[in-house]
């Protein structure tokens, strides 16, 4: 694989990395407000239970019962807040962000992929080249020699050479099929 290529996924890569990390940082804020929000309104909830209970018991007080109203109201005020807080951390939530790393990271490894494939087949044109040369000095060697009536009778081809001369693919190899 080229190094242009390697350098061009490498940057897509950190880009979507960096884009990914901004992201996060906005959700996690605005997840935080959600969970504040919340812990507000247990807040005001326990305290309107606190004040429940001391009216049941006979211990409340005109201050309390004010309380209990005013509580009511904040209730209403942060349960609306709180709709709006999570509706806005759901949307910030950073699915896309997520998925264009996942395809960056995809695609270089694809190339990697491809590149490796690339190599294996180089390295077999290489070892087929030198068995070629290999086999025509065989070949040479037997002329000087006098048996040139077949190359079969000087060398016998591997069965696996035969079987792909003969129907160009890798049926009857045993496990490469």
């Known amino acids: 694989m080229s190094t242009a290529i390697i350098d061009h996924h490498a940057r897509s890569i950190a880009r979507a990395r960096l884009a990914l990390e901004e992201a ?17 309104i247990a807040d005001c909830e326990a305290r309107r239970a606190a004040i429940t209970s001391r009216r049941l018991e006979g211990e409340s007080s005109a201050d309390e019962a004010s309380e209990f109203v005013a509580l009511a109201g904040d209730l209403d005020v942060l349960r609306e807040l709180l709709a709006d807080a999570q509706a806005k951390a759901d949307q910030l939530f950073p699915g896309e962000q997520r998925n264009a790393l996942a395809r960056a990271e995809a695609a270089l490894h694809e190339h990697q992929q491809q590149a490796e494939f690339d190599a294996l087949i180089e390295h077999a044109r290489e070892v087929e080249a030198a068995y070629v040369q290999a ?16 190359f079969g009778e000087v060398f016998a081809l591997h069965q696996t050479v035969l079987n792909l001369a003969r129907h ?10």
């Open 24 to 40: 996060q940082a906005v959700h996690t804020a605005a997840v935080a407000e959600v969970g504040r929000l919340q812990q507000r």
């Open 135 to 150: 086999l025509g000095r065989v070949w040479e060697a037997a002329r000087e020699r006098g048996h040139v009536r077949t």
């Open 168 to 177: 160009n693919s890798f049926f009857g190899l045993g496990g490469r099929q």
